[in-house]
């Protein structure tokens, strides 16, 4: 498990990264969400040791990662870049060579993914002579050439068009279900929500939310219901207790607290057949926006008492 | 919980030197295998080997003057090689052959001093007149022990060597590191190998190829000296070369690790210009120095030890034996100095300005603690 613990960096005065700690599981695909801005490039930065924290560390496993453990980190930074004049195969396998791996194990691991990103056929091209969208599998292939240890993508889903994406998510799962800790950030957050099993959620350089996707959505769900009944659904206004969200023949989304959702589903049965009755369960995107609209707010508050202070 | 990871690429972990080895090579790679380096390469080997056999051939002819003479034959053409000696019946026939073209000159006798006059058609040879010219024995008391063109001359190849080649490899060390992080790739390597590694290996890899360019430029030249027959101009060269050879790698290294640093301050290929001015004026002004002061014993003497222009200055000092043995030593130790020093701080400007991008970094910033 790679556990970040109490890491903070500031550049100049401006505080970018502020106590944050969280853990990616084994295993586990872990999204880390967050506006522009939020602190997840600098955290990813620090966690490969590219940039060095202020505070707090970094444990695999429970160990401090040094520069051994750093050694098997796969990293594909948000900033795109690979060297625009070297042939691709060759471009790989220079990089697992600079994570230890010996030349033919590197060469023969550089085309077995470019294999399985279908850009085998262009090993020798230059990598400025591909379109961006393969430019961009060779970056992830980049970070995967030499069988990390652990795996940090930083928007590794931006700029590839939906069948790319889904290239990518297998090759990643791949990658967790072998037992690797994968840490990736996107904007995508519809893509996030289909691939992670654990979140991270970041708003100013704090983590407002961490944990499992489902118990987040559990947790962020208000007492809101979907019913979808055979005949009109109008009378579900009459039962005290309920506040209707929204009304389409059939179907009612409505608030209410678990004793009035029961009636209002008795009530249903009575009436005729149930087609379906459900919690309604935020979206991530929902997620997010309450918790970066919570967290803007709250910050502006503090700010004005602080200035007032 | 790790041993579940069965397929697992089996790797060692690259020490610093091992990856400034693989960077080297990356580098040396992918210089010498593109078509620019190639083609400008075979056309400098080409211009040395051809320049040398050619002027060999133009200045080793001997030039013959074909002239006419009347009568007897002067005693200071008889012996000599540069005239090419027409017998001609009579004065009138003599203007003949001057005029046909046939001889340059004529030579026919008449009532003056000397005996005879030169005839020729728009103007005399220049090498009949100052055979035929008795001039007097010139004797100094105090020669200069250096003729001063040879020592401009010297010191002009010296250091025209040293700073083209320097300033060439440094041009490339400076477009491959700015590159690097223009496209970003850096963040990767970083993440691969540490910055010292990086640095070390870009100034190897490029050393060795601009120390290798210039040695095959110098094995060109000593090819073309042997061709053409002129190989006892290396003998005099000999131990001042070796020891340019010496002071020039050590001096290499030093200037490209400046331009490496240098380059590290900026993100973009347009912002070099700013960086490369100062890189370029501490190489080329101690060239000028020993260009401009070369018979100044007193600056020269300087300049052998200040380890930017030691490269040229020293060498063209025990050219002329005006160092002592130990001196090349003294200097070469200070330069050496000088390099580890200008290595440390570039790795350290390198480090902390590589990960920045956007606008120059201010020196004082890249050298702060990270």
Known sequence: MLSVRNLSRSFGNRLVVDDVSFDVGRGRLTGFVGGNGAGKTTTMRMILGVLKPDLGEVLLDDAPVGESALHGFGYMPEERGLYPKMEIGEQLAYLARLHGIDKTTATQRADDLLERLGLIERRRDKLEALSLGNQQRVQVAAALVHDPDVLIMDEPFSGLDPLAVDEVVTVIAEHAARGVPVLFSSHQLEVVERLCDDLVIIANGKVRAAGEREALREQHSGNRWALEISGDAGWVRGIPGVTVAELAGTTVLFDAESGAADAVLRSAVERGTVTSFRPVRPTLGEIFRDIVVDASAADEQNKREGAAA | MSTNVTTKTKTHRLNTWGATLLVAEREILSQVRSKAFIISTVITLALVIGGIILSSVLGGRTETTPIAVVGSVPAAMADSEAFDVTEAADRSAAEELVRSGDVDAALVPDGSAVGFAVVALEEAPDGLVSALSVSPEVELLEPAETAGPLRFIIGLGFGLVF??????????????????????????????????????????????????????????????????GQGELLDLLSAPLIWFVVFFIFGFVLVASVFAAGAALVSRQEDTGAVMTPAMMLVMIPYFGVVFFGDNPFVMTILSYVPFSAPVAMPVRMFFGEAQWWEPLISLALLVIATAIVVLVASKIYSNSLLRMGSRVSLRDALKAS
């Open chain 2, 163 to 228: 700073m083209l080649a320097v300033l060439g490899s440094g041009a490339t060390i400076m477009q491959n590191t700015v590159q690097e992080k223009q496209s970003r790739v850096v963040e990767i390597l970083l993440a691969a190998v540490p910055a010292r590694a990086l640095l070390a290996g870009k100034i190897l890899g490029n050393s060795v190829i601009g120390v290798g360019t210039a040695a095959a430029i110098a094995a060109a030249a000593a090819l073309g000296l042997a061709i053409t």
